[in-house]
């Protein structure tokens, strides 16, 4: 698992690049981790380059959401995988975690009126 970060309209961008499995266990919570202790509060996980995505993959997801929340903060999932909507659907995380089709979209629901519809 790789993370590029960057930023659009000061939201904080991670670009998710590999596999989100058990074998990278700690990568995501290392760097929200840091977004967090640096201060940030919108952050939009870019997940279109993700190939697989197992449970303790959707448990770090929910981690990240829970460290940003903690903080009063708001993260959005875009561009998830079928297989990942589904399963968070099958789950009924997607009442909690928050998913947009594109980044453009997650940035624009983070930049615009402020409120996130889940």
Same mark, same amino acid.
């Given at each position: 698992?790789?993370?590029?970060?960057? $930023?659009?309209? /000061? #939201?904080?961008?991670? +670009?998710?690049?590999?596999?989100? @499995?058990?074998?990278?266990? =700690? %990568?995501?919570?290392?760097?929200?981790?840091?977004?967090?202790?640096?201060?940030?509060?919108?952050?939009?996980?870019?997940?279109?380059?993700?190939?697989?995505? $197992?449970?303790? /993959? #959707?448990?770090?997801? +929910?981690?990240?959401?829970?460290? @940003?929340?903690?903080?009063? =903060? %708001?993260?959005?999932?875009?561009?998830?995988?079928?297989?990942?909507?589904?399963?968070?659907?099958?789950?009924?995380?997607?009442?909690?975690?928050?998913?947009?089709?594109?980044?453009?979209?997650?940035?624009?629901?983070?930049?615009?009126?402020? @409120?996130?519809?889940?």
């Amino acid at each position: 698992m790789r993370i590029h970060t960057y $930023d659009a309209d /000061g #939201v904080t961008v991670f +670009v998710l690049v590999g596999r989100l @499995v058990l074998e990278t266990f =700690g %990568t995501l919570k290392d760097h929200v981790r840091g977004f967090v202790e640096r201060g940030g509060c919108q952050l939009v996980l870019d997940l279109a380059r993700v190939s697989y995505v $197992d449970s303790i /993959g #959707v448990s770090e997801l +929910v981690r990240s959401h829970t460290m @940003v929340d903690i903080q009063a =903060g %708001t993260v959005i999932l875009a561009a998830p995988p079928r297989h990942l909507t589904r399963l968070l659907a099958l789950t009924h995380l997607d009442t909690v975690l928050t998913q947009r089709q594109t980044v453009s979209d997650a940035v624009t629901q983070l930049t615009g009126d402020g @409120v996130i519809d889940v």
